[in-house]
């Protein structure tokens, strides 16, 4: 799209509240332009059609169609950015990451205060959120990966040398983690993981690649000993942190200042690991806005670690990655598929 006009949004959604106050947000923050609003998917897709829209932002829940059916036939019919605005429950972050997995480039919690004071303290946010999924790439599903094999001889060296891998992503993350995760192997070193996600979804994150991965996944908890075979990820709202403990790594799980925004932030986890972990660590940096987790790779770099960026052709957005590479922390650039081959690979040399 031209970057000089304004984002061009359609609104989907059965609360008057919500249809109305996303055209405020956006009139304040500039850049963005609600060219229609519509009730219900069945309403929304005549005016897909007819407005051609940059991006639709699109409720979980509706009347005559849901929204994770409308947005699969849509991504089969007229696949285009989507955003999900969803409750801030557990049904709601399942559905959503459903949503995810079905091609949705990101999501928007409701706020469980009032929806004008919350969606207010959001706006920065909806914003940035919309503003990224206009230049995202919108992609197909990707089918299972089967788990890659690590040889007898360096999965002992991977496993009893103190390694460590360290995963950081935003918009698109979940689908990248799942495509990591599900194809390596479960005898790799402890895996840490920050996603940047709002208390609830992290633990429903978590419980979903659980049951998709080799590797056991759950959310981290302060004080965890990070075992080999095992994926911790941040849980919502706070920040994940390594700390060594004689030979063991344990997880540190704080709720101390946002990083660049963020909390848990990808920054703050690949700081902690440069200092825990050094240069027996394999650090991935995936598709995101912003550049949270660039300084962090950088760092990792500097003290020895093997770092590895996700390309632009395979990131939704090509921002956290691009900001690492510009900063001189990638020591490898890789597309998706091809990232947990490397991993096993540098584990095993």
């Known amino acids: 799209m031209d970057e000089h006009r304004p984002v061009r949004v359609l609104i989907i959604d059965d609360s008057v509240v919500i249809r109305q106050l996303p055209k405020e947000i956006f009139a304040r923050e500039g850049g963005i332009e609600v060219v229609g609003t519509a009730s219900d998917p069945i309403e929304g897709y005549d005016k897909i059609v007819q407005l051609k829209p940059d991006v639709l932002t699109l409720d979980v829940e509706m009347p005559r169609m849901d929204g994770i059916t409308f947005l699969e ?16 429950t557990r049904e ?12 949705a480039v990101d999501f928007i919690a409701k706020p469980t205060q009032s929806i004008f004071t919350g969606m207010a303290t959001l706006s920065h946010e909806i914003a940035s959120k919309v503003k990224a999924a206009a230049r995202a790439r919108v992609r197909p599903k990707q089918a299972h990966v089967a788990p890659l094999e690590m040889p007898q001889a360096s999965i002992k060296r991977a496993t009893s040398t103190n390694r460590l891998i360290a995963i950081g992503a935003s918009t698109g993350g979940p689908e990248a983690i799942r495509q990591v995760l599900q194809a390596l192997p479960p005898e790799v070193p402890p895996i840490v993981i920050v996603q940047h996600m709002p208390p609830v979804f992290t633990r429903s994150f978590a419980e979903r690649l659980d049951k998709l991965c080799a590797v056991r996944v759950k959310e981290a908890e302060d004080g965890d000993v990070l075992q080999p075979g095992h994926a911790y990820i941040a849980p919502g ?27 848990p932030s990808v920054d703050a986890l690949f700081d902690s690991v440069a200092e825990a972990g050094g240069s027996a660590t394999v650090a991935v940096l995936l598709t995101g806005m912003g550049a949270d987790g660039a300084r962090g790779l950088k760092r990792l770099r500097d003290a020895g670690a ?11 957005v090509f921002g956290m990655p691009r900001e690492a590479i510009q900063l001189g922390g990638a020591e490898f650039v890789l597309p998706l598929p091809r990232i947990a081959h490397k991993v096993v690979e540098l584990l095993a040399a």
Do not use: F, W
């Open 237 to 263: 709202d706070y920040h994940l942190q390594v700390a060594r403990n004689g030979s063991q790594y344990r997880a540190r799980v704080v709720q101390t200042e946002p990083v660049n925004r963020h909390r």
């Open 73 to 88: 036939k849509l991504m089969r019919s007229h696949p285009m950015p989507v955003v999900m605005i969803s409750t801030l």
């Open 306 to 316: 093997h770092t590895i960026a996700q390309d632009e052709e395979t990131c939704v």
């Open 92 to 103: 709601g972050s399942e559905v959503t990451l459903k949503a995810l997995e079905l091609g």
